[in-house]
């Protein structure tokens, strides 16, 4: 069966979705149990949360960059050294999660206020949330890192148990400690430790059962920064993008940010699922590549583009058949409600063209294309989205003008990847790049 068929696709992004979908869904949860605390801690929340998903995304960056180094070694017939690239991702995340946990207890509050704007309550509760949700930030990254080399070497039963596991448990802990325990919105953020530190430990472990060598290799560690430099850059303009479309929603008042907060996670949570497809093609296409097969390279490409689109625009259906039943789930309050239907018609409208930019950019990332991937991203960082959210604030546009804005940053990167997939420039084969 050839390496880029629609079962082959399938049995590697079907467990992907669940490990992808396991993290936003517990954070759907968590938004749940937090909202009918009241506006206040969901709004903290909201901020909290909103920092904390930029230790999920530096995570997912390099799970992206794991995957496609391992996965180029291992479709050149050297699972070993696939897995070496895991163990060094390893170190590299593990220490980089030490770093963001101290930074967080002295960062947390000026991070909060300046998100918050004049709201010092809420500032002071997310602030809070912060401190200790950040301690779950070096097993965050070890997942994050395991999930990318076993992604690398095809291995997609394992991620699928830890990840879903830990956040199950975790789903479990989370009412119970803000509600009968008495936590409160802190709760939430103890539940949040809980999962990551789990799925940290099983991860870790299973490199120690592959019977590799796990001294850190400084040499390696040092290439995979090189690699993954233009992955974290392009990484930075997404957060850059979501903060500030955060800071611009918490001044519009507190319902605004609570429904900017329930659209948003529904936003990442269909955003993670598309990447299922995306993760498929980042071990497909490198596989491809490192075994020197361009021309399936390429086929798989085309595939997984019409893949991503169809999917989107399922998703697309099932969001726009909730509009009037799913923001009740996470809120009480009709000020919110109203607040999140004005995103509503833009959300729909995007997913079946996110649908196709997650797929391609997982076709140019499991080629090792990371240079272009971040001038795009910034090109349509700060030639649309930024600019445009901006002057929601200065004209007083509201949740539309923001959602306005991820449309263009949408429609940029769709053109500059269809391009760059019509040059064919992307496909260039071998073991590394």
């Known amino acids: ?42 709004a903290a929340l909201a901020i909290g949360g909103t920092v904390m998903s930029a230790a999920a995304w530096l995570g997912t960056v390099m799970a992206y960059g794991t995957t496609g180094r391992s996965a180029r070694r291992f479709g050149a017939g050297d699972r070993a050294a696939a897995v070496a690239e895991g163990v060094q991702a390893s170190w590299l995340a593990f ?50 890192a395991g999930n990318g080399w076993m992604r690398g070497v095809q291995d997609a039963r394992r991620p699928l148990y830890y990840v879903l596991g830990a956040n199950v448990l975790s789903a479990v802990l989370c009412p119970i400690l803000v509600y009968p325990v008495g936590l409160g919105l802190p709760g939430s953020a103890v539940a949040n430790v809980v999962a990551q530190s789990v799925a940290g430990v099983l991860f870790a472990r299973a490199l120690v059962v592959e019977r590799v060598a796990l001294r850190p290799r400084p040499a390696v560690i040092g290439q995979q920064l090189v690699l993954g430099r233009d992955l974290l850059i392009r990484g930075s303009a997404f957060q850059a993008c979501f903060l500030s479309a955060t800071a611009v929603a918490a001044r519009f008042g507190t319902a605004a940010v609570a429904a900017h907060q329930i659209t948003v996670q529904l936003w990442f949570f269909c955003a993670l699922a598309l990447d299922a497809v995306a993760i498929a093609a980042q071990s497909l296409v490198g596989a491809a590549l490192g075994a020197g097969q361009d021309g399936e390279a390429r086929d798989l490409g085309r595939r997984i583009a019409v893949i991503g689109g169809v999917s989107g625009a399922g998703f697309a259906v099932v969001i726009g058949a909730g509009a009037g039943v799913v923001p009740g789930w996470f809120s009480p309050d009709p000020a919110v409600h109203e607040q999140a239907l004005v995103a509503w018609p833009w959300f729909v409208a995007l997913l079946p063209l996110a649908g196709v930019v997650y797929a391609l950019d997982g076709v140019l990332i499991g080629a090792g ?55 064919g420039a992307w496909a260039v084969v071998g073991a590394v790049r």
């Open 95 to 144: 220490g980089v999660g030490l770093a963001l946990a101290a930074v967080a207890q002295v960062a947390a509050g000026p991070l909060a206020r300046t998100l918050a704007g004049d709201d010092a309550e809420v500032a002071g509760a997310a602030a809070e949330w912060l401190r200790i949700a950040a301690l779950g930030a070096p097993g965050l990254l070890l997942a994050a």
């Open 369 to 423: 294309d990371a240079r272009y991937l971040r001038n795009a991203t910034i090109v349509a960082a700060l030639g649309g989205f930024l600019p445009m959210i901006w002057l929601a604030y200065a004209f007083d546009i509201g949740l539309g003008g923001i959602w306005a804005g991820l449309a263009l940053f949408i429609v940029a990167r769709l053109v500059t990847l269809l391009l760059r997939m019509r040059s």
């Open 1 to 42: 069966m050839p390496a880029y068929s629609l079962r082959r696709v399938a049995g590697l992004a079907l467990p992907a979705l669940v490990v992808l979908a396991a993290e936003p869904l517990y954070v759907l949860v968590d938004t749940a149990v937090v909202g009918h605390l009241g506006s206040l801690p969901l």
